[in-house]
């Protein structure tokens, strides 16, 4: 039996976290103050452990959003990507929030296709239907850019936008991505030394998706004084530094390190292609290039998946959103303290060697593991024996 938990507002049992760890789960935070996106993302979240159906017949998010505290007459707008790999049986669902799911004016929807066609509707939310609009397409959507406007003529709690949609054939495999923390655990104590990583796997069948600009939003809780912290957003990267182990293979991790207190975090990933994104032909059978890793070519550690010879497939624009999970801290967290080191670093080159000079080059880490910010300095010694190159002797000038 494998548990999924939902914890719902700040009185939610401490324990949930730990019953979802033991069975081998995953759990999911709402905050008393969150819109229906959150409650959306953590069912969806929790279908992961489903019975398994063919690529062809599993619905994907294709977007998300939500809008709160939204006012009378100020429209609120966005976009979706319908790309070739989707397009059948989509789905598009507005949900409504406001005293009781009873309002008392209709909402204005606009929803233009890429070949410019308008399609308008009024939809005045009631008790009955819960406070959601569901328009679902007949047809094949139009491959390209959908834009969407909703005027609402009354002030209204909150609006929630979500498309969904199949593969474009059955047969056709949809670009799918699935979002994750990396701890070991779901309960974290922020005074030893922990590394947490929010991982995102974006794929097409079996072959990963390269060159996709993926982002995690990181919902943190309030402060002491009951303050909400705002989102953070973290840009993962498949660049085999990091987080990320292996370069090209269509997983995008960053390590999290802005812990601002005690209390739970929930995570979600977007995604989001165009002329640069493409699939890595050259990652066959599940396994990346070298199928046959050796000290000269590990499968780690900076290792390139795409091979010399492998084709690139172009996607073209495309966005999907996948739900992570939460996890809990159990300290309180002082902000003062620095406890996070720099990061390792893990592509270390020499990419030139004159009479006088040696000239090297790796990724820069960051202050706190692979965080944006720069680490204070860089120390590098060398030796003419590497095994003097140790952590017990490196600071001793005897060897160094």
């Given at each position: 039996v494998?548990?999924?938990?939902?914890?719902?507002g700040?009185?939610?049992?401490?324990e949930?976290?730990q019953?979802?760890?033991?069975?081998?789960?995953?759990s999911?935070?709402i905050?008393?103050s969150?819109?229906?996106?959150?409650?959306?993302?953590?069912?969806?979240?929790s279908q992961?452990?489903?019975?398994?159906d063919?690529?062809?017949?599993?619905?994907?998010?294709?977007?998300q959003?939500?809008?709160?505290?939204?006012?009378?007459?100020?429209p609120?707008?966005?976009?979706?990507?319908?790309?070739?790999?989707?397009?059948?049986?989509v789905?598009?669902?507005?949900?409504v929030?406001?005293?009781?799911?009873?309002?008392?004016k209709?909402?204005?929807?606009?929803?233009?296709a890429?070949?410019?066609?308008?399609?308008?509707?009024?939809?005045?939310?009631?008790?009955?239907?819960f406070?959601?609009?569901?328009h679902q397409?007949?047809?094949?959507?139009?491959?390209?850019?959908w834009?969407?406007?909703?005027?609402?003529q009354?002030?209204?709690?909150?609006?929630?936008?979500?498309?969904?949609?199949?593969s474009r054939?059955?047969?056709?495999?949809?670009?799918m991505?699935?979002c994750?923390i990396?701890?070991?655990?779901?309960?974290?104590?922020?005074?030893?030394?922990v590394?947490?990583a929010?991982?995102?796997?974006?794929?097409q069948?079996?072959?990963?998706?390269?060159?996709?600009?993926?982002?995690?939003?990181v919902?943190?809780p309030?402060d002491?004084?009951g303050?909400?912290?705002?989102?953070?957003t973290?840009e993962?990267?498949?660049?085999?530094?990091?987080?990320?182990k292996?370069?090209?293979?269509?997983?995008?991790?960053?390590?999290?390190?802005?812990?601002?207190?005690?209390?739970?975090?929930s995570v979600?990933?977007?995604?989001?292609?165009?002329?640069?994104?493409g699939?890595?032909?050259?990652?066959?059978g599940?396994?990346?290039?070298?199928?046959?890793?050796?000290?000269?070519?590990?499968?780690?550690?900076?290792?390139?998946a795409?091979?010399?010879?492998?084709t690139?497939?172009?996607?073209?624009?495309?966005?999907?959103?996948a739900?992570?999970?939460?996890?809990q801290?159990?300290?309180?967290?002082?902000?003062?303290?620095?406890?996070?080191p720099?990061?390792?670093?893990?592509?270390?080159?020499?990419?030139e060697?004159t009479?006088?000079?040696?000239?090297?080059?790796?990724t820069?880490?960051?202050n706190?593991?692979?965080?944006?910010?720069?680490?204070a300095?860089?120390?590098?010694?060398?030796?003419?024996?590497?095994?003097n190159?140790?952590?017990g002797?490196?600071?001793?000038?005897?060897?160094?």
């Amino acid at each position: 039996v494998r548990v999924v938990t939902i914890a719902l507002g700040l009185d939610a049992d401490p324990e949930l976290e730990q019953l979802a760890i033991k069975t081998g789960g995953k759990s999911f935070y709402i905050d008393d103050s969150s819109g229906p996106g959150n409650i959306n993302d953590a069912f969806s979240g929790s279908q992961t452990y489903q019975p398994g159906d063919v690529l062809g017949n599993t619905n994907t998010v294709v977007h998300q959003k939500d809008f709160n505290d939204v006012k009378d007459g100020k429209p609120v707008q966005g976009f979706y990507d319908i790309d070739a790999s989707i397009g059948r049986d989509v789905t598009y669902q507005v949900e409504v929030k406001t005293k009781n799911n009873n309002c008392k004016k209709p909402l204005s929807i606009i929803l233009i296709a890429p070949d410019q066609t308008i399609t308008t509707e009024n939809y005045q939310c009631t008790p009955a239907d819960f406070g959601v609009y569901r328009h679902q397409f007949t047809d094949l959507a139009l491959e390209g850019r959908w834009i969407y406007k909703l005027t609402p003529q009354e002030n209204l709690d909150s609006i929630s936008v979500k498309v969904e949609s199949k593969s474009r054939k059955e047969s056709t495999e949809p670009i799918m991505t699935k979002c994750w923390i990396a701890t070991g655990a779901q309960e974290i104590d922020t005074s030893v030394k922990v590394k947490l990583a929010v991982v995102a796997q974006v794929t097409q069948g079996t072959k990963p998706v390269i060159g996709a600009k993926v982002v995690a939003e990181v919902e943190r809780p309030a402060d002491m004084d009951g303050n909400p912290y705002p989102p953070m957003t973290l840009e993962l990267a498949d660049n085999g530094s990091g987080a990320d182990k292996i370069k090209n293979d269509g997983t995008y991790a960053r390590y999290f390190a802005q812990f601002t207190g005690k209390g739970r975090y929930s995570v979600k990933c977007q995604v989001a292609g165009d002329e640069n994104t493409g699939v890595n032909g050259g990652f066959t059978g599940g396994r990346v290039y070298p199928q046959i890793p050796d000290p000269h070519s590990p499968l780690c550690c900076g290792s390139n998946a795409l091979s010399p010879d492998a084709t690139v497939s172009k996607t073209g624009n495309f966005t999907r959103q996948a739900a992570g999970g939460g996890f809990q801290v159990t300290n309180d967290v002082d902000l003062s303290v620095d406890n996070i080191p720099p990061g390792q670093v893990t592509d270390l080159r020499v990419v030139e060697i004159t009479l006088q000079t040696i000239t090297v080059e790796f990724t820069a880490p960051g202050n706190n593991l692979d965080s944006a910010d720069a680490a204070a300095e860089y120390i590098i010694k060398y030796s003419s024996t590497a095994g003097n190159l140790t952590g017990g002797n490196f600071d001793l000038t005897d060897f160094n």
